[in-house]
């Protein structure tokens, strides 16, 4: 795993126009940076990466099957007792899931640590899935890049089929897309799956998410006042559940994507069940619910996150017991986990994370993220990778 | 990589050789403009390879249908009313006239007036039929086709819901799949709107309020 400095193609903004990635540059900063890129060998990839992801998946699930069956454990999880039924039966029917990307530390050597779980609305999906996959091709046939680089990224192959098998399981040649207003991030990666959906012969219609309506039959509404019965939604599980519509879920009868069970897996609960089930995997870091008895904070290093967080908010340093906030924000009011402070490796000043993205159940590729901090926030920098 | 490398289908047979999709760059441009999103009712053909197809055949009258089936003429009549009474529940529906035929062309709207208020929706241009002499059930559903040059459905046959068959409307037999027939729920109209998206707002309201960030992860 390098870190190579690489010349960026010459009118890629242009080019990203052209393509419809209009986020490339936010808050004024550099998102996608192609200035440089990561270089893998096939075995830390496969080996590393890979393997791990499909297995870390597979535990995951493990636990989702023993959280649904317990109301302590769910509880535990903050999901609202009124919502359990929902959650269960969603689990219980095997509900179909699209996509999901573990965070992980790894440092080119030894076993990745998996620090959360983007089960229920990863974002930074198109600048994986086809972006830094163009930038390959043309970097390559540039003769920039050696002709024998590849990449791990069968991200859109599998999302389109991944739609094909959605589309049959629920029998449907139609389906919503839905996102909040005023991000072109979310919009764009909402874009994207319907792209692909529509790749895969379903008739993609969008609703942003505070225009979803309920009609006086019971059902959600688009704007145009027609019912949305199968929806991929980019908003939280957490927030729809407890917001004014979430009582009228269960009447509306949506099939959604992401399902409600993975209200369990992006949860940072998950992490502490893990570690309590699967002891000293090689992949998973000790973590706690804050408070815990098990939870020895007082020694060591350690990372405060609240159960639920997006893009690295609320979070705190416990150094031997000494905490720090690291960075600030509006979570935490459903209580904390505490996980073993796994550094993120530093190539050339910048501090790197790995996203392994998954396909259902399939590692479908990753991506790489760097930040300038040891936190990786949402002015986190996108760069492209090769396997050579 | 040479062009013909991207075109490579992934060879299952040495999967460690290849870790990437094959993508149709092409198809990724995006210079069109998108449609204003309250009208767009996304355009794809129904043309996605099933396994479990059924032939089905459009009927612009009830009359095309008893020609085909002359001895099963009542088939035909009930087959015309399902679809008939199908539209008036799931057409698409407008606030105004206007936007109707901005969607479906000049004089191809009817005002609606029920107990929960008046909308406009399309003609039903034809109805499609699979199985009908089935002794178990025959399916049948409307299909509109639209008359506007700025439609994406002029002079194609289009579902309630936006799906596109592939085609123009002189085409009258497809293979479906099952589900095109599956019923959706009604609509009468929308009673609220607004019930998701409040806790965003609420999270909003910290931070620098410049700041409009994703609420994925």
Not at chain 1, 1 to 13: A, E, I, L, T
Not at chain 1, 76 to 94: Q, T, Y
Request: glycine share 6%.
């Amino acid at each position: 795993m390098f870190r190579m400095p690489c010349q960026p193609r010459k009118g890629w903004q242009q080019l990203a126009t052209e393509f419809g990635f209009h986020f490339h540059t936010m808050y004024g900063e550099p998102y996608w940076d192609e200035s440089a890129y990561y270089q893998f060998s096939l075995q830390q990839i496969e080996n590393d990466i890979e393997d791990p992801s499909a297995e870390l998946h597979q535990m995951c699930l493990a636990i989702v099957d023993e959280v649904v069956k317990s109301e302590e454990l769910l509880e535990k999880f903050c999901i609202p007792s009124h919502h359990w039924d929902l959650v269960r039966d969603s689990w219980h029917r095997r509900d179909p899931s699209l996509y999901s990307r573990l965070d992980l530390v790894y440092t080119g050597k030894g076993p990745a640590k998996l620090l959360e779980n983007n089960a229920d609305t990863p974002t930074s999906l198109y600048e994986s899935g086809f972006w830094q996959w163009l930038w390959l091709e043309q970097q390559v046939n540039a003769g920039v890049l050696p002709r024998n680089s590849d990449q791990f990224n069968s991200l859109q192959e599998k999302l389109v089929n991944r739609f094909k098998e959605i589309s049959y399981h629920y029998g449907i040649g139609q389906m919503h897309f839905a996102c909040c207003k005023d991000t072109a991030e979310d919009r764009g990666t909402v874009q994207y799956l319907q792209d692909c959906a529509k790749e895969a012969g379903l008739a993609a219609d969008f609703v942003f998410v505070e225009d979803i309506g309920i009609a006086d039959t019971g059902v959600f509404t688009d704007l145009s006042d027609r019912p949305i019965t199968d929806c991929f939604k980019l908003y939280p599980w957490e927030f729809m559940l407890n917001e004014e519509f979430g009582d009228l879920l269960s009447g509306a009868n949506v099939n959604w994507i992401e399902p409600s069970w993975k209200s369990i897996l992006s949860n940072k609960a998950l992490m502490v069940l893990l570690w309590a089930r699967f002891r000293d995997h090689p992949n998973l870091l000790p973590a706690y619910f804050a408070g815990d008895a098990g939870a020895d904070t007082a020694t060591g290093k350690w990372i405060k996150k609240p159960i639920f967080s997006r893009e690295g908010a609320n979070i705190s340093l416990i150094d031997n017991g000494h905490e720090a906030t690291l960075s600030p924000g509006p979570y935490g009011e459903e209580g904390y986990i505490v996980q073993a402070l796994a550094p993120l490796p530093v190539f050339d000043g910048n501090h790197t994370l790995i996203g392994s993205w998954l396909v259902d159940d399939m590692p479908a590729g990753i991506s790489v993220r760097e930040d300038n901090t040891a936190i990786t926030q949402d002015l986190s920098r996108y760069l492209p990778h090769i396997i050579l | 990589m040479s062009n013909n490398t991207v075109k490579e289908l992934s060879n299952e047979a040495q999967p460690h050789t290849r870790k990437r999709s094959t993508i149709n760059v092409a198809k990724m441009r995006k210079s069109f403009a998108l449609k204003p999103l309250a009208v767009g009712v996304a355009g794809v053909l129904l043309s996605a390879c099933s396994d479990n197809r059924q032939d089905a055949k459009i009927y612009t009258s009830v009359d095309e249908c008893k020609q085909d089936f002359p001895s099963a003429v009542e088939k035909c009549e009930a087959a015309y009313q399902t679809a008939t009474s199908e539209a008036m529940r799931t057409s698409p529906r407008f606030r105004s006239e206007y936007d109707c035929e901005h969607e479906f062309g000049p004089n191809q709207c009817q005002a609606v007036n029920t107990n929960n208020g008046s909308f406009f929706m399309p003609f039903m241009a034809g109805f499609m039929v699979s199985q009908l002499l089935s002794p178990n059930r025959y399916y049948s559903q409307p299909l509109y086709t639209s008359y506007s040059y700025n439609s994406p459905f002029r002079s194609r046959w289009v579902t309630a819901d936006g799906q596109v068959f592939s085609g123009d409307i002189r085409k009258r037999n497809y293979r479906v799949r099952p589900d095109s027939f599956k019923p959706k729920p009604t609509v009468n109209r929308t009673m609220k709107r607004g019930g998701f998206g409040s806790s965003v707002r609420a999270k909003s309201s910290w931070g620098s309020s410049s700041r409009k960030g994703s609420w994925g992860g």
